[in-house]
C-alpha cells in the first residue's frame, strides 16, 4: 500500500499511467485502489491518473482525451 500511495503522490500532476487491462487483468488493483481512496490513503486526485482499457486502441484514445484536459 505505501509503494502505491507514494507513487501516486509522486506521479500527481506529471503522468498518466495506463493499464491494459485485458480479460479484467487489474481489475484487483483497480478494486484494491479504489478501496484505498474510499479509506482515504489515497486522494481522489491521485485517483485519476490511473487510466485502463481493454484494448489498446481504447486505452490511447482514453489517455489522449486525459492529457487534453490536463
Known amino acids: 500500500m505505501v509503494h502505491w ?3 501516486l ?10 493499464l491494459l487491462n485485458v480479460d479484467g487483468y487489474y481489475n484487483s488493483l ?7 481512496v474510499d479509506e ?11 487510466v ?3 484494448t489498446a486502441k481504447e486505452l490511447v484514445r482514453k489517455l489522449e ?3 487534453g484536459k490536463r
Not at 483497480?30 to 484505498?36: E, G, H, T
Open 5 to 7: 500511495r507514494n507513487f
Open 9 to 18: 503522490k509522486s506521479s500527481l500532476g506529471h503522468n498518466l499511467v495506463g
Open 30 to 36: 483497480l478494486s484494491f485502489i479504489d478501496k484505498a
Open 40 to 50: 482515504g490513503f489515497i486522494s481522489q486526485s491521485a485517483r485519476h491518473i490511473i
Open 52 to 54: 485502463s482499457a481493454p
Open 65 to 67: 482525451r486525459k492529457r
